[in-house]
């Protein structure tokens, strides 16, 4: 089984930045997409971003372009960069992982997921 983990979240101010770390343990494969999830009180999961298991093919949702990075190391790690953090952003950012190269962008075709962690961003 694979196992996810989620860090790096936490409190920050309008416009800062944060810099999210998913880890996978136990059984992984070398060929699975990663991406990043999240979810506000009383809200659906939405898309964030994703990203190939070689590190290609980054998707970034339409609300995050030109302020999120999502990108791999040569670890099983994937991060996501958030950079002008805005107040909307604030939700449980979800780390998910599924079997395949091949990156979509909706979650139920992921089927392994981190426990989250809180972005809280001030005005």
């Known amino acids: 089984q694979v196992q996810l983990v989620e860090s790096g979240g936490g409190l920050v101010q ?6 999210l770390s998913c880890a ?8 699975y997409a990663m991406g990043w999830f999240r979810q506000a009180p009383g809200k659906e999961r939405e898309f964030v971003a994703a990203i190939s298991w070689s590190g290609g093919s980054p ?24 950079n002008s953090l805005k107040p909307e952003d604030t939700a ?3 780390c998910a992982a599924r079997s395949g ?6 979650p ?16």
């Open 14 to 19: 309008a416009g800062g930045s944060l810099r």
């Open 59 to 82: 998707l970034h949702a339409d609300s995050v372009k030109g302020r999120f990075t999502i990108f791999r190391d040569n670890a099983n790690t994937v991060y996501l960069q958030m």
């Open 92 to 94: 449980v950012y979800y």
């Open 108 to 123: 139920r075709r992921y089927d392994r997921w981190g426990q989250g962690t809180q972005v809280t961003v001030s005005s």
């Open 24 to 31: 996978a343990s136990g059984r992984t494969f070398s060929a």
């Open 101 to 106: 190269s091949y990156v979509y962008t909706d």
